[in-house]
């Protein structure tokens, strides 16, 4: 685990990567590229296209950015419906 606080650890990172972009992830199940609306509407659908849509967001550009934000808000409304896990420590 690294003892450098959490300001230091965002200054590496926007110096590995050479840039301070901060990418939002504010999922909105209507706004979903195509590839992953979903076939049913119910709040189960909705959370495991939320979750899907996620990962990959977070696969394209976690190598680009040195900080991405979900916007808690949702996933929390996603949540009540068995949201699955998103987040997992490398």
Do not use: Y
Not at 31 to 40: D, I, T, W, Y
Not at 64 to 74: D, G, M, R, S
């Amino acid at each position: 685990m690294s003892t450098m606080n959490f300001a230091d650890r965002l200054t590496a990172a926007c110096r590995e990567k050479n840039s301070t972009v901060c990418v939002g992830i504010d999922p909105r199940v209507k706004l979903l590229p195509s590839e992953f609306k979903v076939k049913r509407d119910t709040p189960s659908e909705h959370a495991q296209a939320i979750a899907d849509w996620a990962k990959e967001l977070i696969a394209v550009v976690a190598p680009l950015v040195p900080i991405i934000k979900p916007n808690i808000a949702f996933f929390e409304c996603a949540r009540r419906s068995r949201f699955p896990r998103v987040h997992t420590r490398p």
